[in-house]
């Protein structure tokens, strides 16, 4: 039977950095499965630049108006939200993440939705104190990784359960590329994410090895990014849609991936399942718990340092035979088990059995 759900997602603010395309490719998916979807955008504060705030904080008042324009931009994000949860009557609330959301508007939702209220969430809930107060008032909590279910359900959640990252395969699959597209992204190894210290560890050392190692996200450019690359030559450019990296993939022979610290328990990172659906041949960082989603060795080739990474970058690059036996059936697994389409029936599934 087809659901009206209310989908609440983040936009990046203007002139943001980020590539905020989870909410839409979630909607997609409900849509794909004959569902009835309203996404309710709300935009990240241009307050929320780190560079803009604190050069406002160093002119007169300019605390007190940061402080203001902060209150204001939240309070019509609230109501907003309230109003169209009372419009809308949604059999289910799907927020992603969620936790730009008080206690108290949360309660206002649940007084306007007849259905359910979920959160999924592709990053660390313990890290927002709002949300752990306000877990209790959401039916379901669903996370990308393990090592976050005991905690959430220590602070009150009532039905918390795993529930991977995904890939959208209308976006992310094999290209064929101009052959200008295909000069301009061509290297032999290519990672698409914003620049941490422990990344550029991982970069640093293949680009050494004499590996040509290509490198797209923010950050890279910094100063803080220099330093820890120790002069090596990898930036190609800023953040990029995903469209963009679906090209960037196809283009090139070796997809790295390199994850963030809150991935601690077969918490595998979106970036995974994106490469496998582009039909990359993925050189992916070790992370426990990954054999639950993946076969490493047969759809995925997993290291556990930066030295490692180099040995098996090379040996793939002199087996153009073995990665595309690798590549392939890793995308045959992406397709067939990790499609936000697949996500979704999982989510709602869960949400109708209760």
């Known amino acids: 039977m087809a659901m009206r759900i209310l989908v609440v997602g983040q936009s990046p603010r203007v002139f943001g950095p980020g590539n905020f395309q989870w909410p839409d490719d979630t909607v997609r998916a409900l849509r794909r499965l ?14 929320a630049s780190p560079a803009l705030s ?18 204001a931009h939240a309070c019509a994000r609230d109501k907003a939200l309230t109003l169209t949860s009372r419009q809308w009557r ?51 909590v669903f996370v990308f990784d393990r090592s976050y279910l005991a905690p959430l359900i220590a602070a009150g959640g009532r039905s918390v359960h795993f529930l991977p990252c995904a890939c959208d395969e209308t976006i992310y699959r094999p290209l064929r590329l101009s ?34 190692v290509g490198v797209w996200g923010g950050q890279w450019r ?49 970036r995974t399942f994106e490469l496998l659906a582009s039909g990359a041949f993925q050189l ?29 970058a090379k040996r793939y690059l002199a087996d153009p035979d073995g990665r595309a036996a690798i590549a392939s059936r890793g995308r045959e697994r992406a397709l067939a088990e990790h499609t ?7 989510l709602l599934n869960a949400a109708r059995a209760s």
């Open 284 to 312: 992916i960082d070790r992370i426990a718990g990954i054999e639950e989603l993946l076969t490493p060795g047969r759809e995925v080739v997993c290291y556990a340092s930066p030295e490692e990474a180099c040995v098996l």
């Open 179 to 212: 052959q200008a597209a295909a000069r301009r992204f061509r290297c032999e190894v290519a990672f698409v994410a914003w620049y941490y210290p422990e990344r550029a560890a991982v970069v640093k050392a293949l680009a050494r090895s004499g590996i040509d």
């Open 90 to 140: 949604a059999d289910l609330v799907l927020f992603l993440n969620g936790d730009a959301f008080s206690g108290e508007v949360l309660a206002e939702v649940r007084r306007w939705t007849p259905g359910r209220l979920v959160s999924w969430w592709a990053d660390n809930p313990c890290a927002s104190s709002s949300f752990m107060r306000a877990v209790s008032l959401f039916d379901h």
């Open 34 to 47: 004959g569902h009835r979807v309203r996404r309710f955008r709300y935009r990240e504060s241009w307050a």
């Open 54 to 71: 604190a050069g406002l904080q160093r002119l007169p008042l300019g605390g007190r108006l940061l402080k203001r324009y902060q209150q």
């Open 340 to 346: 936000y389409v697949c996500r979704m029936r999982t």
């Open 222 to 270: 910094s100063d803080d990014a220099q330093r820890a690359l120790e002069g090596a030559r990898v930036a190609r450019g800023a953040a990029v849609s995903d469209r963009t990296a679906a090209r960037i993939y196809s283009a090139a022979t070796i997809g790295l991936n390199i994850h963030a610290t809150h991935s601690v328990s077969a918490g595998v990172n979106t």
